[in-house]
């Protein structure tokens, strides 16, 4: 547990001070990459990465759709800058996999912004969600996650085949025990 609140406290600090951070808190074996310099693509990273990594991301537009399958924390070096647009072709960043960490980044133009999917602890923070055509978060059969400190608007604005706008911020279905503040919709 102790490492737990170790990482919810780096993550509230702008880039460069988790770096340092977390290069003085990193475990024996906790790899750290940094994206573009160690990979072109923040799915490249996460594929390559061990469970427990820290992925950092400098600032750019990643025309990515993300599927993290293990546990690792992605930091992005400021959210008005780091921007993973899904260029309107699904999820942009979908969750399945406990104890995941994104901090930093626009998630824009995907089905769903980010997509928690029968996962567990996991900490969505620091993000501006927008633009995406059905909803910024949606936690599916996922407790105990805490989601904080995030922007999420515009969501539900334009569904890529037309038909009813829905629009949603923050959706749950069958999840429990999650913490949800300080976010503004």
Not at 56 to 64: A, I, M, T
Not at 129 to 136: F, K, V
């Amino acid at each position: 547990m102790k490492g737990f609140l170790l990482l919810m406290l780096f993550v509230s600090f702008s880039f460069s001070s988790s770096l340092s951070l977390f290069w003085v808190s990193a475990g024996a074996g906790q790899e750290i990459i940094r994206v573009p310099a160690d990979y072109s693509t923040i799915q490249e990273a996460i594929n390559a990465a061990a469970s427990g990594s820290i992925i950092l991301v400098s600032s750019g537009v990643y025309r990515e759709n993300l599927v993290i399958g293990k546990d690792l924390t992605l930091i992005g070096e400021d959210r008005l800058s780091t921007i993973i647009d899904g260029n309107r072709a699904g999820t942009v960043v979908h969750i399945k996999a406990d104890r995941v960490v994104v901090n930093g980044f626009t998630v824009r133009n995907g089905t769903e912004g980010v997509y928690i999917d029968h996962s567990n602890g996991c900490v969505i923070s620091n993000n501006i969600i927008a633009s995406n055509w059905y909803s910024g978060i949606f936690l599916n059969r996922s407790s105990s996650n805490v989601i904080y400190d995030n922007l999420i608007s515009m969501n539900g604005a334009s569904p890529p085949s037309g038909g009813i706008v829905v629009g949603v911020g923050i959706e749950l279905s069958y999840s429990n025990d999650n913490v949800i503040n300080d976010n503004r919709l």
